[in-house]
């Protein structure tokens, strides 16, 4: 089976960087995904990793290490709107390359 | 980008009738639909997966004779909750996934509340 872990809560200041990890451990690995979510409202997808190393995209980058089950998400420049709980998920390579999500890291950006 | 719709938003029904959600891919066709519980403050629970003229795969613990899932169509799946109960009520969430591997799309939600 898969277990996804994230810290709970996060709390940074607008205009820092933030880095939120995430271990996991799966059978079949097929990529990570990090994604947004506001409070009632669907997630939005952020970034994808198959491979080792860092994607980076705007104030958003990704960290993937396989052999180490882990990934951060590290959030530069911090804005008010960036507070919101964000996914980690897994993808299995078998199955329907369904995914599974970690409980959230919830990140409240002060001033 | 790709655009997911889900009807209806919001829906309140009482203890023992059945509803259904729909999960649309409005511009791209999804070989895979996945279906997702959330509960407040939680994070996304996968309830099945949903491939297009074949069976639902549900994950474990999840009553397939209670959330019935329908693929009909690459365009359209749907979810039936039937004889639904107080504990039923939580947001469901679809996602689809054109044939690229690399990403699926989340439709906005439907919120159930069970009276």
């Known amino acids: 089976g898969q277990n996804i872990d994230q810290p709970t809560e996060m709390t940074a200041t607008e205009g820092a960087i933030v880095q939120i990890n995430c271990t996991y451990q799966t059978s079949g690995f097929n990529g990570l995904f990090w994604y947004q979510q506001h409070a009632g409202e669907a997630p939005t997808f952020l970034s994808y990793n198959v491979l080792d190393g860092l994607e980076e995209k705007g104030r958003f980058s990704s960290f993937l290490s396989r052999s180490k089950g882990y990934s951060y998400l590290l959030l530069k420049e911090l804005q008010m709107k960036d507070s919101a709980s964000y996914l980690c998920a897994v993808r299995e390579g078998t199955g329907g390359f369904k995914t599974i999500f970690g409980a959230g890291t919830r990140l409240f950006v002060k001033a | 980008g790709a655009v997911v719709s889900q009807h209806p938003s919001r829906v309140i029904c009482k203890s023992g009738t059945s509803v259904k959600i729909e999960c649309r891919s409005l511009?791209?066709?999804?070989?895979?639909m996945f279906w997702y519980r959330q509960f407040p403050k939680k994070s996304l629970m996968l309830m099945a997966t949903?491939?297009?003229?074949?069976?639902?795969?549900?994950e474990q613990g999840v009553e397939k004779d209670k959330f019935l899932i329908n693929h009909a169509s690459l365009t359209l799946s749907t979810l039936t909750v039937t004889s639904a109960h107080p504990e039923d009520s939580s947001f469901y969430i679809c996602?689809?996934?054109?044939?690229?591997?690399?990403?699926?799309?989340f439709g906005p939600g439907t919120r159930l509340t069970v009276t």
């Open positions: 996602s689809a996934r054109p044939h690229s591997p690399e990403e699926q799309y």
């Open positions: 511009d791209f066709q999804a070989t895979t």
């Open positions: 949903s491939n297009e003229g074949s069976k639902a795969t549900y």
